[in-house]
């Protein structure tokens, strides 16, 4: 009998994370009142009004991504992850990415290191055609062990034209776009499952496919910024817009709660994913932490699904997934790849 393994397990409690999140977040609710802010808490990116322009700001890192190159001794690409978690977040209210700071603690400098870092979010940086326009380094050996590396951006947009998730409404068409694979989030996860139970190196070969199992962790997170403002500059009505990273396709909720989701007709997921289901971790807990090959998630009208899905794939394959449901309310329904239903 396999034994079952979840994100807890890993050392990543996700209602643990949330109570935190909101502690914090309880005691900075008063400073609200300096800024003139356009969207609800909870969503991908906050939104300031600015004059007669709307300002998104998000900010991520890449997590425990980092030892896998650690793991790897390859840098160059984790800087794409970066830039991809927070230009991606960006997206979900409708803006457009301009700018970006960066930071960089190190247990100690590393100039060749940095070097290749720096090779990964210049990438992604053009990908997004978006400026770096600073950022900050630090040199903490007590607190750092070898680095982390995170992010803030700045996006723009007419006021007018902000994508919330309050006109979603029942009909409306569920479009999602392919994932490269694992992206940045659940890598605590699998790393537990590929380290740990099955005791494999990262040189080793992913079980089922002739990729090393560190090369398919490390595929940079996709970043869709091409093909979602192609969308957002045409006549397509967008309803919402959802990132898929931590916390899975309940992310989908932070756009509306008031409806239902359902994905009757999700992609078969890469490989990596069905290895890491197959060794342990329920079904549920699958599509509650990983992308389970959709990276990103637009809810359009009805009438605009076939175009919205012929202007993504220029860029990246996309299909529809399913569709939004009056009742029962607050709910992500999932006929998932092993022909199981989850509700997330």
Same mark, same amino acid.
């Given at each position: ?35 003139? $802010?356009? /969207? !609800? *808490?909870?969503?991908? &990116?906050?939104? @300031?009004?600015? %004059? ?109 034209? $902000?994508? /919330? !998730? *309050?006109?979603?409404? &029942?009909?409306? @068409?569920?479009? %999602? ?168």
């Amino acid at each position: 009998m396999i034994r079952l393994v979840t994100y807890a397990d890993s050392g990543v409690d996700i209602g643990l994370e949330a109570l935190t999140v909101s502690k914090l977040t309880s005691k900075l609710k008063n400073t609200l009142k300096y800024a003139d $802010i356009l /969207t !609800g *808490e909870g969503h991908f &990116a906050s939104i @300031i009004r600015l %004059g007669d322009k709307a300002i998104a700001m998000s900010t991520d890192g890449v997590g425990s991504k980092i030892l896998v190159a650690e793991k790897m001794g390859k840098y160059d690409t984790i800087g794409i992850d970066c830039i991809a978690m927070v230009v991606n977040d960006i997206l979900c209210v409708g803006a457009k990415p301009i700018a970006i700071v960066d930071y960089l603690a190190m247990e100690k400098p590393d100039p060749e290191i940095a070097s290749k870092i720096g090779e990964g979010l210049a990438k992604g940086a053009e990908l997004a055609e978006t400026a770096i326009i600073g950022g900050e380094t630090a040199t903490l050996p007590e607190i750092i062990k070898n680095f982390d590396l995170a992010a803030t951006g700045i996006g723009v947009t007419d006021p007018e034209k $902000i994508i /919330t !998730g *309050e006109n979603i409404k &029942a009909g409306d @068409i569920i479009i %999602g776009v392919e994932s490269s694979g694992i992206h940045s989030n659940g890598l605590t996860l699998a790393r537990k499952i590929f380290f740990e139970k099955l005791n494999l190196d990262a040189n080793d070969p992913l079980p089922g496919s002739r990729d090393k199992i560190g090369d398919e962790l490390l595929k940079p997170t996709r970043i869709y910024v091409k093909p979602i403002l192609e969308v957002l500059n045409s006549e397509i009505k967008v309803h919402g817009l959802a990132h898929i990273t931590g916390g899975g396709f309940a992310n989908i909720k932070r756009l509306k709660n008031t409806v239902t989701y359902n994905i009757d007709n999700p992609p078969e997921p890469q490989t990596i994913f069905k290895t890491i289901h197959e060794n342990g971790v329920p079904i549920n807990e699958m599509y509650r932490v990983f992308n389970m090959g959709i990276g990103f998630i637009l809810v359009v009208d009805e009438e605009d699904a076939k175009e919205t899905i012929k202007t993504v794939q220029k860029t990246f394959n996309a299909k529809e997934i399913g569709a939004v449901e009056k009742e029962p309310v607050g709910a992500v329904k999932i006929k998932t790849y092993t022909e199981e239903d989850v509700t997330l």
